[in-house]
């Protein structure tokens, strides 16, 4: 029988000898981020995916991540470590829905989350991630922006830049907005001293009550840098995991027993044994026409 130590060895000596890099997002499993060439937020995963040298890149995460990464890298061969794993708030818009409601709004700019189809991205003029939208609509030139499809996320990136007339549509996370004002309430009492960290996918009435809101790397990054010892946690469960690991010394507590990504979970390490083998993920393809006209909302995120 193998073992967890024995498939990870196999997996990094496969991806050496195949030149396969692993990008991991920061909600899959610790045995997975041991053998990732790279961790952490949609953000990082678009950086990264523009950069690595490796001809292969397999996505360990979800669907519109694995497509933006082949937008960014047209000429590798790009796998999604399971075939089945896409992000719910992803299928909430289609192309159809979106130039209808632009006819309502003939001169917004229009600013879609990363989690959505990269068709949809053709019908949109500039991408933003959890981590770099404040700062990316706050640059644009337009001060009518029309914000798709995440509400919550929306609703916090208005709050920072009032000047801004954004326009929300309604959608969202179905994992994040499960977390209710009153669990926070209640967790706040139940540990006073620890800071609260949330994900800015929550609903706007956790979100206020929280002192930091970020992206998964944000949360991370926020914990490392701090000097308290105990924090709860407002995002997918697996970073309560992650954080244990990288602080050992601190406490987390998770904010909702129900933040767990399905989709997220779907992959395992014996589905990236599987990949780096030749015999499993699924390979992305997209046609020239749709990777063209996505990369141009894509490239515009990057350039900001
Ligand atoms: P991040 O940009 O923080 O990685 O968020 C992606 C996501 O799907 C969170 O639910
Ligand atoms: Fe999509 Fe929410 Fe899962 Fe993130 S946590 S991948 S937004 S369903």
Same mark, same amino acid.
């Given at each position: 029988m193998k073992t967890t130590k024995t498939i990870q060895d196999d997996i990094l000596r496969l991806k050496r000898e195949n030149d396969i890099c692993i990008l991991a997002h920061a909600y899959e499993s610790q045995d997975i981020w041991e053998i990732a060439d790279y961790v952490g937020d949609s953000y990082g995963l678009s950086l990264k995916a523009s950069k690595a040298d490796q001809k292969t890149i397999l996505l360990c995460g979800v669907r519109f991540m694995a497509e933006t990464v082949k937008i960014l890298s047209p000429q590798k061969s790009v796998l999604l470590s399971?075939?089945?794993?896409?992000?719910?708030m992803a299928q909430q818009m289609t192309v159809e829905q979106l130039n209808d409601l632009k006819k309502s709004y003939p001169d917004y700019t229009v600013a879609a989350y /990363?989690?959505?189809?990269s068709e949809l991205k053709t019908a949109c003029d500039v991408c933003v991630t959890s981590a770099s939208a404040v700062k990316i609509i706050r640059s644009l030139?337009?001060?009518?922006i029309l914000f798709i499809p995440d509400c919550n996320l929306g609703a916090w990136v208005s709050k920072q830049i009032p000047e801004k007339n954004i326009q929300l549509v309604k959608g969202g996370c179905p994992v994040h907005t499960r977390i209710s004002a009153q669990e926070t309430e209640q967790i706040r009492r139940l540990h006073p001293n620890a800071m609260l960290l949330v994900h800015p996918e929550c609903l706007p009435e956790v979100t206020i009550q929280a002192d930091y809101v970020g992206s998964t790397t944000g949360i991370m990054d926020y914990v490392k840098n701090s000097s308290e010892n105990e924090f709860i946690i407002g995002t997918e469960n697996s970073i309560v995991q992650h954080l244990q690991f990288a602080c050992p010394d601190k406490h987390f507590y998770a904010l909702?027993?129900?933040? /767990?990504c399905s989709d997220m979970k779907l992959t395992t390490l014996m589905d990236v044994y599987r990949c780096v083998h030749g015999t499993g993920g699924e390979e992305i393809h997209l046609s020239d026409d749709v990777m063209s006209k996505a990369r141009r909302c894509i490239d515009t995120m990057l350039k900001y």
């Amino acid at each position: 029988m193998k073992t967890t130590k024995t498939i990870q060895d196999d997996i990094l000596r496969l991806k050496r000898e195949n030149d396969i890099c692993i990008l991991a997002h920061a909600y899959e499993s610790q045995d997975i981020w041991e053998i990732a060439d790279y961790v952490g937020d949609s953000y990082g995963l678009s950086l990264k995916a523009s950069k690595a040298d490796q001809k292969t890149i397999l996505l360990c995460g979800v669907r519109f991540m694995a497509e933006t990464v082949k937008i960014l890298s047209p000429q590798k061969s790009v796998l999604l470590s399971h075939p089945s794993a896409g992000c719910p708030m992803a299928q909430q818009m289609t192309v159809e829905q979106l130039n209808d409601l632009k006819k309502s709004y003939p001169d917004y700019t229009v600013a879609a989350y /990363i989690n959505t189809t990269s068709e949809l991205k053709t019908a949109c003029d500039v991408c933003v991630t959890s981590a770099s939208a404040v700062k990316i609509i706050r640059s644009l030139e337009n001060s009518d922006i029309l914000f798709i499809p995440d509400c919550n996320l929306g609703a916090w990136v208005s709050k920072q830049i009032p000047e801004k007339n954004i326009q929300l549509v309604k959608g969202g996370c179905p994992v994040h907005t499960r977390i209710s004002a009153q669990e926070t309430e209640q967790i706040r009492r139940l540990h006073p001293n620890a800071m609260l960290l949330v994900h800015p996918e929550c609903l706007p009435e956790v979100t206020i009550q929280a002192d930091y809101v970020g992206s998964t790397t944000g949360i991370m990054d926020y914990v490392k840098n701090s000097s308290e010892n105990e924090f709860i946690i407002g995002t997918e469960n697996s970073i309560v995991q992650h954080l244990q690991f990288a602080c050992p010394d601190k406490h987390f507590y998770a904010l909702s027993k129900n933040c /767990i990504c399905s989709d997220m979970k779907l992959t395992t390490l014996m589905d990236v044994y599987r990949c780096v083998h030749g015999t499993g993920g699924e390979e992305i393809h997209l046609s020239d026409d749709v990777m063209s006209k996505a990369r141009r909302c894509i490239d515009t995120m990057l350039k900001y």
